[in-house]
């Protein structure tokens, strides 16, 4: 099989990680039959600069008509709005319909308490669908006001994409990889105790989403969001996957993130039918570019993500097991982690692994 995969290293440190990400799937083993084909496409704010779009339309048709998969690497945001920029990330999960957000936060197993999360947020609706308005109250001050919006079909394809990770966690749990959890668990989160309506559409909808039958082996569980916040903290190895609305799961997921030390370990898929970018969780990290001391850790994991949802588990549980690999021995760590290697010292440790 040949995969054709955009690459858009986008700004700052993107430019560093993303060809990382390029390497790691040349490295593949020849005996898994996979090849590869990249194409470099243009996003960010420097293309901004450069063209006056921060997301090309070429872009968007090459990924959509010739691409299978993308790794993104990270965009830099002005600090003041700058007339005509919008994120390029959040306009290619728009036109591409990525419509899930898969974060998984793990650990490494020898930690002394080992964490092994996803957390799959929705990403199209909630309070982000941005209609907002100001308006004055009676005694002229001001009021303003955003709307909410669940929908049953939105509910229903997160919730049954939470079902299919759990399942295939489980699979791969079985071919023997590490893990904490010996079932898999879907942890539904919401606030429906208050948003009977809102929150309570969403309950609803997962909890039919997860009673399919190809799901019976799939435990159900429900978390109010406050509580889960708590538990997050308390308890985060109780946790397989956790599905929540758009924003539940944006704080969810950076809550979780700061569970396991460091912004660059941290993958993320952006997932729709049949495609998915993989995308580390951090920014573009103006601080530290141009130093090759980037951890290029979050990167190789999203491209693992990636060929998850591209059905190739075999392909990400060898990028899984090299990147552990290299933090369970721990001599070779970039300096986020307390080490001292660069990033093409960490890129060339893992390769080797693998
Ligand atoms: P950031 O994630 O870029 O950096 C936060 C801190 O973490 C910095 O000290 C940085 O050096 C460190 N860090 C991040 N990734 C690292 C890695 N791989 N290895 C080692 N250290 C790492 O967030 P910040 O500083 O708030 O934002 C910088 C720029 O990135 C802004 O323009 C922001 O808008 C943009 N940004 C873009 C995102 C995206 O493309 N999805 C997400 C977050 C921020
Ligand atoms: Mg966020």
Known sequence: RTLRIGLIPGDGIGKEVIPAGRKILEALPASLKLKFEFVDLKAGFETFEQTGAALPDKTVEILKNECDGALFGAVSSPSKAVKGYSSPIVALRKRLDLYANVRPVKSVMTAKN??????????TEDLYVK??????????SKIAEAIKRISEKASFRIATMAGEIALRRQKIRESGAPSIHKSPLVTITHKSNVLSQTDG???????????ASRFSSVGVEEQIVDSMVYKLFRQPETYDVIVAPNLYGDILSDGAAALVGSLGLVPSANVGEGFAIGEPCHGSAPDIMGKNIANPIATLRSVALMLEFLNEETAA?????????????GRLLSPDLGGTATTTEVVEDILRRL
Do not use: Q, S
């Open 114 to 123: 080992p964490i092994d999360m996803v957390i799959v947020r929705e990403n």
């Open 317 to 329: 549980a060898k990028i899984y097991a090299a990147v552990d690999g290299n933090l369970e021995e």
């Open 201 to 211: 559409l969403f309950r609803a909808t997962a909890r039919e989403a997860l009673a």
């Open 131 to 140: 209609e907002e308005k100001t308006y004055e109250a009676a005694d002229g």
